[in-house]
């Protein structure tokens, strides 16, 4: 065992012992909390006292009255000292590989699937030479901790094939330009036939009002959707 000075006596000044005997009193207080307090404040009352004799007075043990004793003095705090913890399992590289990958799309590496999942993160990263084993839990706290969630990505947010989509998105827009066509025409004052809307009974039929045009475009509506019905996809 390494040889440790005597500990002197105790002297708080009254801007120190207002705030132990607060945390003392207070009910939300750990009671480790509690129990240190109490050491420095019965060390205070009793300067010349022995740590065995505060141990018997406050029915604690000797080890721990003088660790929290020489704590204080050295420190004047009451928490606990800071751990550096286990060592590492993983390095910071395999992090940012598994990351990256989080981060990439599932067909790029040959995954059929439209996101990813923890589960099928951990199982490509166990398939991956130089990526160590790792849980699915694990992963999903790397990327908790860099607020990345590969799982709420759709496969709508990724353009696969530009050209087919524009293909199956050709029809709507046409559609959609003939149904201004018709607005503008409308706007302008030349006739346009439309069918007259019928009116519920028990209920009046309202118009509704562009205020940007200054005309009734109730059919509106109405003309878009036989548009889209009579179109051939």
Not at 44 to 55: N, R
Not at 72 to 81: F, G, I, K, Y
Not at 107 to 123: K, M, Q
Request: proline fraction near 9%; charged fraction near 20%; aromatic fraction near 6%.
């Amino acid at each position: 065992m390494r040889h440790q000075l005597p500990l002197s006596s105790l002297q708080l000044p009254p801007t120190e012992v207002k705030p132990l005997l607060q945390l003392i009193q207070a009910h939300r207080t750990p009671q480790a909390m509690v129990r240190r307090a109490r050491i420095v404040l019965a060390a205070h009352a009793h300067p010349d006292w022995s740590s065995q004799q505060l141990a018997q007075l406050l029915e604690l043990k000797a080890r721990l009255v003088r660790k929290w004793r020489r704590r204080w003095q050295e420190t004047h705090s009451l928490q606990d000292a800071p751990r550096s913890g286990p060592p590492r399992r993983f390095s910071s590289q395999d992090r940012a590989q598994v990351t990256a990958l989080a981060c990439s799309l599932p067909r790029s590496h040959g995954v059929p699937l439209a996101h990813w999942s923890r589960a099928a993160l951990a199982r490509s990263v166990a398939a991956t030479p130089g990526l160590p084993s790792l849980s699915a839990s694990t992963i999903g706290r790397w990327l908790a901790a860099e607020q990345i969630r590969p799982w709420r990505y759709h496969s709508w947010q990724h353009i696969q094939d530009p050209k087919a989509d524009l293909s199956r998105a050709r029809p709507v827009l046409q559609l959609y330009e003939q149904a201004t066509a018709l607005r503008c025409r409308k706007a302008s004052g030349s006739s346009v036939p439309m069918k007259k809307p019928q009116s519920r009974p028990g209920r009046q039929n309202r118009l509704l009002v562009r205020p940007s045009i200054g005309i009734q475009s109730t059919n509106h509506r109405a003309t878009f959707a036989a548009l889209l019905t009579s179109a051939a996809f």
